[in-house]
């Protein structure tokens, strides 16, 4: 246990980081579940709205570097990379 008062408050300070940052990890990892699910149904519209929230939570975390900004860039790029996958699709069997 810190002892001075400078290293008590760090300890409050990190706790609330940590839990913080814990329940956004969580949102962006439970939002990219989401993406994933909804390109194994093949509704189009709905994957393009999931894949929307999930760059914007990714962005933001990225932010405030509660993840690295390269983690973000690239679950973006494959997400992104899914979703185009998924649009021209139609359009081959065309």
Do not use: C, F, W
Not at 40 to 62: F, I, P, S, T, W
Not at 78 to 89: C, I, M, S, T, V
């Amino acid at each position: 246990m810190p002892h001075t008062r400078s290293a008590k408050k760090r300890l409050r300070q990190n706790e609330k980081r940590r839990v913080r940052n814990r329940a956004a990890k969580s949102a962006i990892k439970t939002q990219i579940k989401k993406v994933l699910a909804v390109a194994k149904e093949g509704n189009l519209e709905q994957l393009r709205q999931e894949y929307n929230l999930a760059a914007k939570r990714l962005d933001k975390a990225a932010a405030k570097r509660v993840v690295h900004p390269n983690l973000a860039a690239r679950k973006k790029s494959q997400l992104a990379r899914l979703l185009n996958e998924k649009q021209a699709a139609p359009q081959g069997q065309k």
